[in-house]
């Protein structure tokens, strides 16, 4: 007889709302903060890149970890290229954006929007038509402001003093970085003697940049460790579908052993028992999920996972209980993966846990490693032909990521993800700023200032079929 019957219903994140909290005159989008801390590793925002191979190369690695997340470098990559791209990722150093999207004076607010939201940047100078330096376009200050859209962009611009200007093409990025300290402020305006604007300098810029390395349980992952340890990685993650077993056990506890001073993700797991398991191992943080991938086919081919939002809550008990045995012992984070497409899936997870890693969410941008197509089914890489983006699970015959999936070799593999493509969406910092703002205003209605109050404060509540649709979907409209 079947060891347990659990006859309740698994639920995934789209089928849960957030419901309104007190919201104080405090909390706006703009003093909203996403930062979120890993055992240690702190990030900007709480998102990590999967390590896929359709997903995670340089450019995307690049491009998220200058948006202060967290990509992961794939295990089915080489060692050396891992590595590579570590190194390259860890060498980044500040530079000027020398050719800055500036507008007019004569501009509206409604235009600036419209280059915030095309390039996704933040801060955009205001010039005349000889160039001149007037101000700075601030977008987290606008939305502070609430200035109607139809305004003039002066309205809406901050001038010198706030914004710090010096006139002097020739700083060095040495001398920027101290001024940018000694002053505390976010940029730098870099202009000549008629105050004609040259580059610009942001602080952010001078961060050292974030990337995590994904091993397997097989035989050469104390290699992976070592030389990814001495490159300068920042988080190692045991990359498998199942997470509950012994080997996954085994590899923490040399792990352990091994006294590298860089944190360890362990899973994925679903279950309650899963989760104690690897805490009770060791692990450092945990992350969750099994069959909700939109390229995942387990469920499909072997009836094995759990509904996305089941799982993370079932994960969450077991973290709580643990921390209530082993008080002394530093919190365990919990990594939601899987079935997160975009951001009303993002603030539901976001209500128990710590971060999210996120596959084919990342798949649509121009950075992500599958290649680009046009309608034509030809590969492109001019931005405006680009229809389409490669993806294939990591469990897919293209990829045939063995060690993720269990199997000892290609006598025992079977297809357990698809592949195919996915609409083009663009380049990954607008559309990343654009869910940023949806996450924070979420939080905002919730009354949290950071994810730690969110957690706390968020109220969720379970759909019905007829609600979910009604809620999600807009109706009664003729287009």
Request: some cysteine; hydrophobic content about 40%.
């Amino acid at each position: 007889m079947v060891k347990k019957v659990i006859d309740k219903q698994a639920y995934a994140f789209q089928q849960f709302s957030l419901l309104p909290g007190l919201t104080p005159r405090t909390c706006t989008m703009s003093s909203i903060s996403l930062e979120t801390t890993l055992a240690g590793v702190t990030l900007g925002v709480p998102l990590l890149s999967a390590a896929m191979t359709s997903v995670t190369g340089y450019d995307l690695a690049l491009a998220l970890a200058k948006e202060r997340g967290l990509p992961i470098l794939p295990a089915r990559m080489s060692l050396e290229e891992q590595i590579d791209i570590v190194q390259r990722i860890k060498s980044t150093e500040m530079t000027f954006v020398e050719d800055p999207i500036t507008v007019r004076e004569t501009a509206t607010i409604d235009e600036a929007l419209r280059l915030v939201e095309k390039y996704g940047h933040s801060s955009i100078p205001v010039v005349d038509r000889n160039n001149v330096f007037l101000g700075m376009f601030i977008h987290s200050e606008y939305l502070a402001r609430g200035i109607p859209v139809n305004e003039n962009i002066t309205t809406a611009m901050l001038y010198d003093p706030v914004v710090l200007c010096v006139q002097n093409p020739a700083i060095s990025v040495d001398e920027t970085v101290a001024l940018l300290e000694k002053e505390k402020q976010p940029h730098l305006v870099v202009l000549d003697e008629n105050r004609r604007l040259v580059k610009l300098a942001f602080k952010k810029d001078k961060e050292k940049l974030k990337v995590g390395l994904a091993i397997t349980t097989h035989a050469g992952w104390q290699n992976r460790v070592r030389a990814g340890h001495q490159a300068g990685v920042d988080l190692f993650v045991i990359d498998s579908s199942d997470g509950f077993t012994e080997f996954q056990g085994d590899v923490l506890d040399e792990y352990k052993k091994m006294k590298i001073p860089v944190p360890i993700c362990a899973g994925n797991v679903i279950t309650y028992d899963g989760a104690m398991y690897l805490m009770e191992k060791g692990a450092d943080m945990i992350k969750v999920g099994m069959s909700p991938g939109s390229t995942c086919t387990t469920f499909r081919e072997k009836s094995t996972g759990r509904g996305s939002m089941t799982a993370l809550l079932e994960v969450d008990r077991a973290r709580n209980d643990f921390l209530k045995k082993n008080a002394s012992l530093l919190y365990v984070p919990v990594i939601a993966d899987g079935g997160i497409p975009g951001s009303a899936e993002m603030i539901i997870a976001l209500t128990v846990a710590d971060a999210l890693m996120l596959g084919g969410y990342f798949n649509r941008f121009f950075e992500a490693a599958g290649e680009k197509i046009n309608d034509r089914g030809g590969i492109t890489l001019h931005d405006d032909d680009i229809a389409y983006v490669a993806s294939w699970g990591e469990g897919s015959i293209r990829a045939r990521n063995l060690g993720r999936y269990g199997h000892g070799g290609f006598v025992t593999f079977f297809a357990e993800g698809e592949e195919g493509r996915v609409p083009y969406a663009g380049r990954l910092k607008p559309n990343l700023k654009r869910d940023i703002l949806k996450i924070k205003s979420a939080m905002a209605n919730a009354g949290a200032m950071n994810l730690q109050e969110f957690r706390k404060k968020a109220v969720i509540e379970l759909n019905s079929d007829g609600a979910g649709y009604i809620n999600r979907n807009p109706h009664g409209l003729v287009k």
